[in-house]
């Protein structure tokens, strides 16, 4: 008895691409009342149907290709042929899964080099177009603080990192958010904002290691 062929990746694409397809084709010959050009208009969305979904598809595979290959390279210290790989798929591939990673990796890179102006664009590239990935976005947003305080606008900083922390509440990213965000608020003088950030941490976050250095900060507010 021979031994059970193993169903490849891209066997696994192809089943789903056919389905979809003959899904469609399916729905359009059952409710024929639509799409009276008859049987060519019929084979023609049919082509369209395959085209679409085999575009959408490759445009997927290509970028995670880019995003892998950019990944070894700035592994291998090859940070050039990573940023173009990281540019070519913000770029040519926005509407892929793969761009919001990219993005987000390409900003870190910049903030990195010391190049904070650079840094602070793609980071906001990444709050502006991929909002779904709420880990992600505040971790853009908290790159986005970090350029505002090294450039030294504290304001600016104070709002991203509660900008962060408004996006991800979580329990272990959070507080660091607020308090970094109430420490650039005392350095911008605007002490109300300070003020609320503290107290947030001291309201909601009581177990974290955050709170005790916040209830300082607001000690000194308040003298």
Same mark, same amino acid.
């Given at each position: 008895?021979?031994?059970?062929?193993?169903?490849?990746?891209?066997?696994?694409? +192809? !089943?789903? &691409?056919?389905?979809?397809? @003959?899904?469609?084709? +399916?729905?359009?010959?059952?409710?024929?009342?639509?799409?009276?050009?008859?049987?060519?208009?019929?084979?023609?969305? #049919?082509?369209?149907?395959?085209?679409?979904?085999?575009?959408?598809?490759?445009?997927?595979?290509?970028?995670?290709?880019?995003?892998?290959?950019?990944?070894?390279?700035? !592994?291998?210290?090859?940070?050039?042929?990573? %940023?173009?790989?990281?540019?070519? %798929?913000? !770029?040519?591939?926005?509407?892929?899964?793969? *761009?919001?990673?990219?993005? &987000?990796?390409?900003?870190?890179?910049? @903030?990195? $080099?010391? $190049?904070?102006?650079?840094?602070?664009?793609? #980071?906001?590239?990444?709050? +502006?177009?991929?909002?779904? !990935?709420k880990m992600k976005l505040a971790s853009a947003a908290a790159g986005a603080a970090a350029c505002y305080e090294q450039k030294g606008d504290r304001l600016e900083a104070g709002r991203y990192y509660k900008m962060a922390a408004d996006f991800y509440p979580d329990k272990?990213? *959070?507080?660091?958010?607020?308090?970094?965000?109430?420490?650039?608020?005392?350095?911008?003088?605007?002490?109300?904002?300070?003020?609320?950030? #503290?107290?947030?941490?001291?309201?909601?976050?009581?177990?974290?290691?955050?709170?005790?250095?916040?209830?300082?900060?607001?000690?000194?507010? +308040?003298?």
């Amino acid at each position: 008895m021979s031994p059970a062929k193993r169903i490849t990746k891209k066997q696994m694409k +192809e !089943d789903k &691409l056919v389905s979809s397809v @003959f899904k469609t084709s +399916e729905y359009i010959q059952k409710n024929p009342k639509p799409f009276f050009l008859g049987g060519a208009a019929v084979a023609v969305i #049919f082509i369209a149907v395959v085209l679409v979904l085999w575009n959408i598809d490759k445009k997927n595979t290509q970028s995670a290709g880019y995003l892998v290959r950019a990944q070894i390279s700035y !592994d291998r210290g090859m940070t050039d042929d990573a %940023v173009i790989d990281l540019q070519t %798929v913000v !770029d040519s591939y926005s509407n892929t899964s793969a *761009a919001a990673s990219a993005c &987000l990796i390409l900003a870190n890179i910049y @903030f990195e $080099n010391g $190049n904070y102006e650079e840094a602070r664009k793609y #980071f906001a590239i990444m709050i +502006e177009k991929y909002p779904e !990935d709420k880990m992600k976005l505040a971790s853009a947003a908290a790159g986005a603080a970090a350029c505002y305080e090294q450039k030294g606008d504290r304001l600016e900083a104070g709002r991203y990192y509660k900008m962060a922390a408004d996006f991800y509440p979580d329990k272990m990213w *959070a507080p660091q958010n607020l308090l970094n965000a109430g420490r650039n608020y005392m350095a911008a003088g605007d002490l109300e904002s300070a003020k609320t950030a #503290f107290n947030k941490i001291t309201s909601d976050y009581k177990d974290s290691r955050e709170l005790n250095t916040a209830k300082r900060f607001l000690s000194e507010i +308040e003298i």
